[in-house]
């Protein structure tokens, strides 16, 4: 079991930026690809970005390329996604993943585990 707990979520003016932060305990968190997801209000969840166990491998979704960064510390064993150049669509709920699978994914239905998300608030 992974428990999953992120943070850093809050209200920013549109071209701000954001980092949260994904803090994991229980099971070695390294071995674990990771995913960020987001819920707008009215909306249904979707894909934000992805990164495998090892780093090596990165997904994002179109609508955040180029804005967002995941990446991870393997000794702090947390995960974060840097969010720049925010815009007032990009407020939602941000819930981080965990998949045990051995192919990053970018499927909801892989991710085994997930956080209790953090809101993200952008005014124009």
């Known amino acids: 079991q992974v428990q999953l707990a992120e943070s850093g979520g809050g209200v920013v003016q549109a071209g701000g930026s954001l980092r949260l932060s994904c803090a994991a305990s229980?099971?070695?968190?390294?071995?674990?690809?990771m995913g960020w997801f987001r819920q707008a209000p009215g909306k249904e969840r979707e894909f934000v970005a992805a990164?495998?166990?090892?780093?090596?491998?990165?997904y994002y979704a179109d609508s955040v390329k180029g804005r967002f960064t995941i990446s991870s510390d393997s000794a702090k064993s947390t995960k974060y996604l840097q969010m720049n150049r925010l815009k007032p669509e990009d407020t939602a709920v941000y819930y981080c993943?965990?998949?045990?699978?051995?192919?990053?994914?970018?499927?909801?239905?892989?991710?085994?585990?997930w956080g209790q998300g953090t809101q993200v608030t952008v005014s124009s």
């Open positions: 993943a965990a998949d045990e699978g051995f192919v990053l994914s970018t499927e909801q239905s892989e991710f085994d585990f």
């Open positions: 990164i495998s166990w090892s780093g090596g491998t990165t």
């Open positions: 229980g099971r070695a968190f390294n071995h674990y690809n």
